[in-house]
């Protein structure tokens, strides 16, 4: 589907985005590793979370869902069943990673796959890891793939690039080895499975830049309440930053300090946005956020902050294009390795749209302040690009037409009909 947009002016507008993906994923897996019955709302029904799902399923656990609301039959730490055929894990790395953890030291053999753009995307950085504790894959470092049952034991790992998929694989591992294992990070990366693994009986100690899990008999089933997501809720603080005399607010969003990223950038770029009604839902720190027209200035942005917003980079590229001055960022060449080329895949686009953009090996050089005109610009088939260039559409000029823009679907679904309501 292709999509045609156009500017945007004075905009007012509350909105509320769905749940948190990272959560939802990380719900139904402990749910159905879990003895009882997890109770879910407020889950993300999109297409990377109804992958996570629908393996569940295939490894025989019940799964019942109606809308946001899920209900997930624990089958219990050694509960999984061999599935008939591969697990198709969709377009979904998350899923993808984090079920090689737990299904590497399972008593059953399974083999994994994915769309085109799955098949592409690094594993080696999950199975070198995993190796160490005993795992066995079958030759090939790039889904499709297999992974052989086996006895693991307790390592101690040091992450040698910033990755909350890799420290939850090697951490949902460690529910089934003998002993203690323990993952070390430089940078802090997001941490819902450390906080969710707490909450469902785990036991996982977090000590500076050490996060231990020690082996437990069993999960036990939780009720769990997702707040929204701020990598869904970032596209609308963007936009109500860019967009003249606009001021939009996101109600309930995750503003969990490992995702906080993208505000405190874009506060350091004279962003005005306000957070209030503080409360937490489900173990998580939860906000509105309001953002208003502002006057961004150019900034740098390093390996040290990236982590913490690593999905919304693309987006953050946006707001550097309407800033004055230049935006320098360094440190980002995970970018390159998600559902999309990212560093390439929004350069490309926005300097289609008349941006003053460089790619670099490890982040882009954007001087802002050139006005945007629309144009045609692929997604290449990746949501987050798809979005982030309906953003920059808002501030150009004549239409702005997105290819394959119902790749949206992966993690926001109903997108492109909640921004044709502002
Ligand atoms: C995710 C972690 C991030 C992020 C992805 C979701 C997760 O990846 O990009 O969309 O749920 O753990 P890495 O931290 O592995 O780069």
Known sequence: MTITLSGKSNVHAVVSVAGDKSISHRAIMLGAIADGVTEIDGFLPSQDCLSTISCFQKLGVTIERAGDRVRVFGNGLRGLQKPAGFLDVGNSGTTMRLMTGILAGQNFDCAITGDASIQKRPMERV????????ARFSNNSTAPFTIYGSTLRGIEYTLPVASAQVKSAILLAGLYAEGVTTVVESVATRNHTELMLNMFGGKICKREQYSTCAPVSKLIAQKVSIPSDISS?????????LIPDSEITIERVGVNHTRTGILDSLAQMGADISINNRCQIGGE???????????????????DI?????????????????????????????LKYKESNRIGAMAA???????????????????????????????????????????????ASGRTRINDADCVDISFPGFFELWRKL
């Open 285 to 303: 720190p939860v906000a509105d956020i309001t953002a208003r027209a502002s006057r961004l200035r150019g900034i740098s942005l390093g390996p």
């Open 233 to 241: 809720a970032a596209f609308f603080i963007v936009a109500g930053l």
């Open 349 to 395: 686009g926005l300097a289609k749209m008349g941006a003053n953009i460089v790619e670099t090996d490890d982040g882009m050089i954007i001087n802002g302040g050139a006005p945007l005109r629309g144009a045609t610009v692929m997604s290449h088939n990746d949501h987050r690009v798809a979005m982030s260039i309906a953003v920059a559409a808002s501030i």
């Open 306 to 334: 990236i982590p913490r917003m690593i999905d919304e980079a693309p987006v953050f590229a946006v707001a550097a294009v309407a800033a004055q001055g230049q935006t320098i960022i360094t440190g980002a060449q995970e």
């Open 127 to 134: 199975f070198a890891p995993l190796r160490q504790m005993g």
